[in-house]
């Protein structure tokens, strides 16, 4: 079985997570991506723990599905190599700054030259139509831009704090996996490509500014910016008698499916704040309080056998290890475990989601620093004695063997 992109080139010019989380989600789907890598490879290689130098748990896990060739674009030879592998690509994925690319002389002007039907997709901070387009961009940067401290901040008070997650690396990740492929069908039908801007800033406060425009949404405004019930201090897992439960009374019928579980339908149909979704929003922080009153009585258990049997949305609050024997993602088969040449037995997560008939999946262990260097120079048309002198002058490396050492051509 094949996947969806079999037989789309991309040539992965990206470092860090962002745009390798979106290149590697293409590799799942089937397309030949090729990680161009520095001579000092990805920085999020050296986050560690790790059992070899450059393999660290991020990298491995936002780098599989892909072959890795190493090449010096300082060096001219290195810079004509890329230039080779553009030349029949599908598309270029970057996550350096316009300014950076135009000064190595990839600016989407030149590869169009070299390739028209290339689809150029960008990931970075800003639109480079404002004052911050020259600006670099990280997650935590962006996090504070689009006001998620300062809306943890109003809901939980203390300081401004950001999500202890990568959001906006993985949003923007996800976000440039739809556009891309939605060039790619563009590209199919016209056989020309495109230049795609994929700016960080813009995209995610589109993200916030959905739940979060509220009043502002009008104009002139109806009322401050910000969903009321998200910026509730009692929108959290609540405490239980034993623990905490997660749970999300939220529609008519699921409050009224709760209240027939307690045995209170009565007090349901006799108090006007639960009328509807309205004035359920009006009255949100008393609401919450009061449930958050109510779920102290029983235990975590005892609350999961009620929403379940109210058919009331409910979960049980994880812990990192928790989540791992997760009783779902178990029977499902979400983690496996997988050989991988160098770093031996690793836990692999699964594709989220089923297809019926090119079912996306792993098709690539994360490859070591240049593992893939010589096949690739191979397959654009490089003698092994050109490959040879390149080696030796330093702009690209042969691939590591299972210890992790490089060997000679």
């Known amino acids: 079985m094949t996947g969806p992109l079999d037989g ?3 040539i992965d010019l990206s470092n860090m997570l962002m745009a390798p989380y979106a290149t590697q989600i293409l590799g799942d789907m089937g397309a030949n991506v090729i990680k161009v890598e ?7 290689r050296g986050i560690g723990p790790s059992r070899n130098p450059g393999m660290g748990p991020i990298y491995l896990n936002c780098n599989r599905s892909k072959r890795s060739i190493l090449l010096d674009l300082k060096q001219k ?28 002389g990839l600016s989407y002007e030149t590869v169009s030259k070299i390739n028209p039907r290339i689809i150029y997709a960008g990931l970075f901070g800003y639109s ?13 940067l962006i996090q504070g831009a689009i006001a998620i401290p300062t809306m943890s901040q109003t809901a939980y008070g ?6 202890p997650t990568a959001i906006v690396d993985r949003g923007v990740g996800l976000w440039a996996v739809g556009q891309i492929n939605a060039a790619l069908f563009q590209q199919a039908r016209s056989g020309r490509g495109q230049r795609i801007d994929i700016p960080m800033f813009e995209m995610m406060a589109s993200f916030v500014l959905a739940d979060h425009l509220a009043g502002q949404t009008f104009d002139p405004p109806l009322g401050p910016a910000g969903y009321t019930r998200m910026l509730n201090p009692d929108r959290r897992p609540y405490r239980t008698l034993d623990g905490y439960v997660c749970v999300m009374v939220y529609t008519d019928q699921h409050w009224r499916s709760f209240y027939r579980a307690l045995g209170r339908e009565a007090d349901l149909d006799n108090d006007p704040r639960f009328r509807n979704l309205s004035t359920r929003t009006e009255n949100i922080s008393a609401i919450y309080g009061e449930l958050a009153t109510l779920l102290l009585t029983r235990t975590t258990k005892d609350w999961l ?9 409910a979960m049980p609050l994880h812990t990192l290890d928790s989540l791992l024997e997760d009783p779902h993602l178990k029977a499902i088969n979400f983690f496996t475990s997988m050989e991988h040449p160098s770093e031996g037995r690793l836990r692999d997560m699964a594709v989220p989601g089923s297809w019926s008939e090119t079912q996306p999946a792993r098709t690539r262990h ?3 620093l240049g593992e893939h260097s010589l096949e690739i120079l191979h397959e654009i048309g490089y003698s092994e004695e050109h490959i040879a002198i390149m080696i030796k002058n330093g702009v690209t490396q042969s691939p590591p063997n299972k210890t992790g050492c490089t060997s000679n051509p």
């Open 8 to 10: 789309v080139k991309i």
């Open 38 to 44: 520095a001579p000092g490879g990805d920085a999020v």
């Open 77 to 104: 030879e290195g810079h004509q190599a890329l230039l080779d592998l553009l030349k029949d690509a599908d598309v270029l994925v970057y996550n350096r700054r316009p300014q950076v690319m135009a000064r190595l």
């Open 128 to 140: 480079q139509n404002g004052p911050y387009a020259h600006k670099p961009a990280f997650d935590d």
């Open 158 to 163: 203390g300081e401004p704090t950001y999500a």
């Open 305 to 313: 056998k009620l929403f379940d049997d109210a058919d009331v949305p």
């Open 366 to 368: 994360a490859p070591q």
